[in-house]
């Protein structure tokens, strides 16, 4: 989920809400988060881990799954909940994709995703330097799964057509937020076509996967009816997270979320048929994603437990 920021705030509040307790998180411990730890420090790599102050970033790192952002750090949107700056970008750096997939070969890195800002005043939205990146990191780290999270392309299908041909193992396309308050949080994204782009995604053959975040002023029903709309173009994998303000000028957090909630919208999520359901208050778009590349993966292991649940109510 990348972070942009917005200077008219449609939902101010003066004080944070207090953080509960299960927002907490360990400090990253462990070799393999040491030796990652390590490279970037040495080679100044630019992982979106870091730069996103993602919590799970050691979590990640250990497991041997880091993110890069490509085409920049300037982005064309004004996304209310996003870090990122807005404004106008540099001129495409058509270097950039070798340079990732060697960043890749050097941390070792066993499941990569790749991410970028919003390039909309590319006539190709930036589609070609995405084609070259997934080209090059597939050659340089043939072993190295890979999951790609992409802009919508403002739905043009000539331009997400380049990822497909490219053919990562998952592409993903962040929905965000509920559709009422898409225009709010996403200023110049559509929620429909965010779907649009999603199903072309899949009609190409594509493995899908989406995001959205929560705290925002949703409601119970607008999530599940978001759920439904998610599993109508037959998105894989969905991820759902607790949205948490990453400054003061951004949207204010509505209301943290509880755990049972989540695991509510994990348990809908499989009924309404959707392959891996990622949901918990630390939940990012990238977290677990080297296990949202393997089909049946999550639903298995959902059906699993509900057994297991049975069998205990049963004895």
Not at 37 to 47: E, S, W
């Amino acid at each position: 989920m990348q972070e942009l920021p917005i200077i008219n705030n449609v939902n101010t509040k003066e004080t944070r809400v207090k953080k509960p307790d299960w927002l907490r998180v360990k400090l990253p411990i462990g070799e393999s988060y040491k030796h990652v730890r390590g490279l970037v420090d040495t080679h100044k790599l630019h992982t979106i881990c870091e730069s996103g102050n993602c919590p799970n970033m050691g979590e990640c790192w250990g497991a041997g799954t880091a993110t890069f952002m490509i085409l920049g750090n300037i982005c064309t949107r004004s996304c209310g909940f996003c870090a990122v700056a807005t404004g106008r970008p540099d001129a495409v750096d058509w270097d950039e994709p070798q340079r990732v997939a060697e960043a890749i070969n050097l941390m070792k890195v066993k499941h990569a995703v790749i991410t970028s800002v919003d390039r909309d005043e590319l006539q190709d939205g930036g589609s070609i330097i995405w084609y070259n990146t997934i080209r090059a990191v597939k050659t340089l780290n043939p072993d190295t799964t890979l999951e790609t999270l992409i802009p919508d392309f403002r739905a043009q299908r000539e331009n997400i057509q380049r990822v497909i041909d490219a053919a990562p193992e998952v592409v993903s396309h962040n929905i965000e937020t509920v559709e009422r308050l898409t225009k709010q949080v996403r200023i110049q994204a559509k929620y429909r076509r965010s779907l649009d782009t999603l199903r072309i995604l899949k009609e190409g053959g594509m493995r899908t996967k989406s995001g959205i975040m929560l705290g925002l002023g949703e409601t119970k029903e607008e999530v599940i009816q978001t759920l439904k709309d998610l599993a109508a173009v037959n998105v894989d994998v969905v991820t759902i997270g607790q949205y948490l303000q990453p400054t003061p000028k951004h949207l204010a957090v509505d209301r943290f979320v509880h755990p049972d909630e989540f695991a509510e919208y994990r348990e809908i999520g499989y009924e309404l048929g959707i392959d891996y359901v990622e949901s918990g208050p630390l939940v990012r778009s990238s977290y677990h994603s080297e296990r949202h590349v393997i089909p049946g993966y999550g639903k298995n292991k959902w059906q699993e437990e509900k057994a297991l649940k049975e069998q205990a109510l049963a004895s």
